[in-house]
């Protein structure tokens, strides 16, 4: 019996939990998907992320392995906005801009208002306040249920 393939690398969240990131026009491809009350809608999320990752294949921008980020943000109950970080800007990329922190948590996603609460306790020890709010699942559902974690990344503007 021979191992499974590799969908989703293992994260490391070491580098990523309790940082500053500072960034300067940073480029992503943006896709959106419908939601329900904030929660992806069954079949959308997987088809989504994939025609992101194809067109960022086919503009030649794709991001190494090891460079890979994908941010989701929430802009009402309805939508979700999918940004996929890459390799080099194109006219059909956006930026985004500012100081990010980012937190690590590990658990269901269902928790996210709970992160949430969490990050903006973590900021206040800084005397910082969060503007908006970013997400990076690092795994899909069946690798966190392999690899035994489910890491979500808070990233909070400020």
């Known amino acids: 019996m021979g191992e499974e ?51 960022a294949q086919d503009l030649g921008i794709a991001p190494a392995t090891g460079d890979f980020l994908l941010l989701t943000h929430d802009p009402s109950p309805w939508k979700s906005e999918l940004f996929l970080s890459v390799a080099k800007e194109d006219p059909e990329t956006v930026t985004l801009s500012g100081t990010f922190f980012s937190k ?23 005397a910082k306040i969060a503007k908006d709010y970013y997400f990076y699942y690092t ?15 808070v990233f909070a503007e400020v």
């Open 5 to 55: 393939k590799e969908c989703c690398p293992v994260f490391d969240p070491k580098p990523w939990d309790g940082v500053e990131h500072v960034w300067k026009d940073k480029p992503f491809l943006k896709g959106s998907i419908p939601q329900l009350f904030h929660m992806p809608i069954p079949g959308f999320m997987g088809p989504g992320i994939s025609k992101l990752w194809k067109r």
């Open 104 to 126: 690590v948590y590990d658990g269901p996603y269902n928790d996210v208002p709970k992160y949430i609460q969490a990050v903006d306790d973590f900021l206040a020890m800084r």
């Open 139 to 153: 795994t899909c559902p069946k690798c966190a249920k392999k690899y035994g974690h489910n890491y979500i990344v």
